[in-house]
Structures are given as structure tokens and as C-alpha cells.
């Protein structure tokens, strides 16, 4: 096992989640000014989140757009927004749920991310929140206090790279000044955040179950690499 000198971890999925019942849907109208019915709320919330693949019912002319989202942010709002009216919202309601997506008020983090991104500092290890997304999450993970538990925030938008390409994770190592091989990526997507694995970075997978669901998914991936809460500082 590889001695662990720096941690990396995904956003959605694995340090947060996009809730259903935090508000996101509430209040929607239809073009007519009725409350609008969503009848697969699971679906919606699936497209807003889904790391790979392409959104269904996405118009084709969208399809090269949609891998592009994560690297620019009116790319993002695009594609997302138009996501949103295949599924079924009409145009203002897709741009207010848009809006909520960003919002930190509409993020859970997972009950033990608090506690993990701890025991990572207490350790005496750097971290990094590695994230392929269109939008400046720094709000978010500062209103639900991770920012100030990590070293670096890097995001695909501002880098120009989205995961699984080697040069996002490679950023990260550099900044937090760790050797790949010495570094653990911690995320949701074997596709997206294992890509760490050609830089011979460890990886360790949790599943992007719903907050109550998940108690201590991270916490068990990084006693797995012997990062616990009572791990001693090493200075």
C-alpha cells in the first residue's frame, strides 16, 4: 500500500449531494402559472447529476456541447438549462432550477465529510477538492465548512481539464506539493475519478448514495489507506 501523503476529492457525489427534498423543485410554475407536477423527481435530479454520459433527450446539435460543460460556464448553463426543458420544465422553470443547482443552500455534504476531511489534516497530509464542474463551487464548500479543511480547491472550468484527463489530477498533486504515486483520489465515478490511477495515484471509490444513506463511506475508504480520527499528528 502506498504511503498516502495527500488526499483528492470529488465533489458531487462524494463530499455533497444534490438533495430531492432540499428545495430544489419547490415552487415551480408552468407556462400558465400553475404549479408545476414533476412526476419523476429521481429522474430530474439524475440528469442534474449524472457524471458522465450524455443527458437524455438532449437535441444532437447539443451532444459535443454537453462533453464541453464542464469547461466553460455559459457551455454549462446551455446545455443544462436545455437538459432541464427535455425533461419536461418549461423555460422558466429550468432556469430556476438551474439556479438552485448552484445554490449552497441545495448541497448536503455527507454526514462523516466534516469528520474525514479532519482526520486527513490531523494526519499531517494535504488535500485538494478535485471537481469537473462549470461553476465556482467555493461558496458552497465554504458555507458548509470544507474549505477551510482543504488546501486546494481545483475545478475543471478554470483549468481547462476535466477528469479522467491526467493533467487535472497532476494539477492538483502539484499544488499540494505530492508525488501522484503518493496521492489518494477519493470520488463517486470509476470513469471520471479513477482516470487518477494512470498517474499511479491510489484510488477509492464510494457510492453517490442519497446523505441519510451513506453514513461513513469516507471515512471507511480512508481507513482503508490508514487515515483514521485518531491517526497521530506526523508534524
Not at 457524471?51 to 464542464?70: M, N, Y
Not at 488546501?151 to 506539493?177: N, Q, T, W
Amino acid at each position: 500500500m502506498a504511503d498516502i501523503q495527500g488526499v483528492l476529492f470529488d465533489f458531487s457525489g462524494t463530499l455533497c449531494r444534490l438533495e430531492f427534498g432540499s428545495g430544489v423543485l419547490d415552487g415551480l410554475m408552468d407556462d400558465a402559472g400553475a404549479p408545476l407536477e414533476i412526476t419523476d423527481q429521481v429522474e430530474l435530479m439524475r440528469r442534474l447529476t449524472a457524471p458522465v454520459g450524455i443527458s437524455e433527450g438532449l437535441p444532437p446539435e447539443l451532444h459535443e456541447a454537453w462533453h464541453r460543460r464542464d469547461l466553460d460556464t455559459e457551455v454549462h448553463h446551455t446545455v443544462y438549462t436545455a437538459a432541464l426543458r427535455a425533461a419536461g420544465l418549461p423555460d422558466a422553470a429550468a432556469e430556476v432550477v438551474y439556479r438552485r443547482m448552484c445554490d449552497g443552500e441545495n448541497w448536503t455534504p455527507y454526514p462523516d465529510v466534516l469528520p474525514a476531511l479532519r482526520a486527513v489534516r490531523d494526519a499531517g497530509l494535504k488535500s485538494a477538492v478535485v471537481s469537473n464542474i462549470g461553476w465556482d463551487i467555493r461558496p458552497v464548500l465554504a458555507q458548509h465548512g470544507i474549505a477551510d479543511l482543504v488546501d486546494e480547491i481545483v475545478m475543471s472550468y478554470v483549468e481547462g481539464h476535466v477528469k479522467p484527463e491526467p493533467e487535472i489530477f497532476a494539477a492538483a498533486c502539484e499544488r499540494l506539493g505530492v508525488e501522484p504515486a503518493r496521492a489518494l483520489m477519493v470520488g463517486d465515478s470509476e470513469e471520471a475519478d479513477g482516470g487518477a490511477a494512470a498517474l499511479d495515484c491510489s484510488v477509492a471509490i464510494v457510492d453517490p448514495l442519497p446523505t441519510a444513506e451513506r453514513p461513513d463511506a469516507l471515512l471507511s475508504a480512508l481507513s482503508a489507506y490508514g487515515i483514521s480520527q485518531t491517526h497521530s499528528f506526523r508534524g
